[in-house]
């Protein structure tokens, strides 16, 4: 099992620029896959984006390419999702997740908030008009 902590969320204006953080404790095995998802009030959770924790390869969102980035730091056991070029629609509770990865599966399967095992508490992020 893996604890997930998230950090970074906050208040900013349309067009602003926030960085996320989610630190594992825990061993982050090279099989792994991490990555992010929102939930707005009234709406279910969505994916966001994943990175595959072995090679860095990642995968996102259609209504987040080209503003959001997401990252790994091996060494500090810590996931980001950079967010550039922010919008209204994009305030929401963030989540970061955990799952093994399966080597037969291509990583877009992890866009299903059910292929991952361990989340972390969330992040508030709000984006003004």
């Known amino acids: 099992q893996v604890q997930l902590v998230e950090s970074g969320g906050g208040l900013v204006q349309a067009g602003g620029s926030l960085r996320l953080s989610c630190a594992a404790s825990?061993?982050?095995?090279?099989?792994?896959?991490l990555g992010w998802f929102r939930q707005a009030p009234g709406k279910e959770r969505e994916f966001v984006a994943a990175i595959r924790w072995s090679d860095g390869f990642a995968y996102y969102e259609d209504s987040v390419k080209g503003r959001f980035t997401i990252s790994r730091d091996n060494a500090k056991n810590t996931v980001y999702l950079q967010m550039n070029s922010l919008k209204p629609e994009d305030t929401a509770v963030y989540y970061c997740?955990?799952?093994?990865?399966?080597?037969?599966?291509?990583?877009?399967?992890?866009?299903?908030?059910?292929?991952?095992?361990?989340w972390g508490q969330g992040t508030q992020v709000t984006v003004s008009s």
């Open positions: 997740a955990a799952a093994l990865n399966h080597p037969s599966r291509a990583i877009s399967y992890y866009s299903r908030g059910g292929a991952f095992d361990d």
């Open positions: 825990g061993r982050i095995f090279v099989s792994y896959v």
